[in-house]
């Protein structure tokens, strides 16, 4: 079974440019999560979608951060335009609804650098 | 704010060691206790998880202990190994597909 898909796998823009992440769920999946984390922190929620409706943007810097998931399968995130801060891995996570606990299987991340 | 408080920061213990990281929560209404394993350029990956009707988990060499009452949880790795080497994270989220709260992670080094 193939795993969470995402990429680019690395991107390094200036701040104040825009950029777009990119992810495909596991096959199946009707949960898909965006997480950000911060060097030397733990993953934060920005988004969680069930089907192509979201759940939970509450977290998301809506002023400069969008997100969408078209068909209920791929997403993509955008950020514009960046700032220094938004430099970190961006994380793609994907659950079966139907399984009893609560597992969330992540992509590979995209690393977004600032300068 | 932390909803889940994770120590040490990091750990050193020599090949065969025990490690044990520890993890607290407020929350009580989380009942989904999950430890990731993070490499260092890849995601998180499911290690082990535990719900808290039960005490103990043990899968392989990892194994959770979890305290409902005092609401803490912490895993054990036996006989670690150099393989072993990664960043853990612990989390708690409610059931049914809520966001997990994670911790800031412990860099975990096991020596040969």
């Known amino acids: 079974e193939a795993g969470v898909a995402q990429s680019p796998r690395y991107k390094i823009i ?33 988004i969680q979608f069930q089907n192509n409706g979201v759940v ?10 969008s ?15 960046a700032k220094l801060e938004d430099s970190a891995v961006y994380l793609c996570a994907s659950r079966w609804t139907g399984s009893s606990y609560n597992e969330q299987f992540f992509g590979p991340g995209t690393r977004l650098t600032v300068l | 704010q932390q909803q889940v408080k994770q120590s040490p920061q990091s750990l050193i213990v020599q090949k065969g060691g025990i490690p044990i990281i520890n993890c607290a929560y ?13 490499f260092p350029g890849k995601g998180p990956a499911l290690l082990i998880a535990i719900r808290p009707d039960v005490s103990e988990k ?15 949880f912490s895993l054990h790795i036996m006989d670690s190994q150099p393989g072993d080497s990664a960043t853990y994270f612990c989390a708690a989220s409610g059931d049914s597909g809520y966001a997990l709260n994670f911790g800031k992670g412990t860099s975990l080094l096991v020596t040969p």
């Open chain 1, 14 to 46: 200036e701040k104040r440019q825009s950029v777009a992440f990119w992810c495909n769920p596991i096959s199946g999946h009707a949960t898909l999560y965006w997480y950000q984390q911060i060097l030397g922190q733990g993953p934060k929620l920005l």
């Open chain 1, 56 to 65: 939970d943007d509450s977290q998301l810097p809506k002023d400069r951060f």
């Open chain 1, 67 to 81: 997100a969408e998931r078209l068909k209920g399968v791929d997403s993509t995130l955008k950020i514009q335009p």
């Open chain 2, 26 to 38: 407020e929350n009580t209404a989380f009942d989904y206790f999950p430890w990731y394993q993070q």
């Open chain 2, 58 to 72: 043990k899968e392989g060499r990892f194994t959770i202990s979890f305290n409902k009452s005092a609401k803490q």
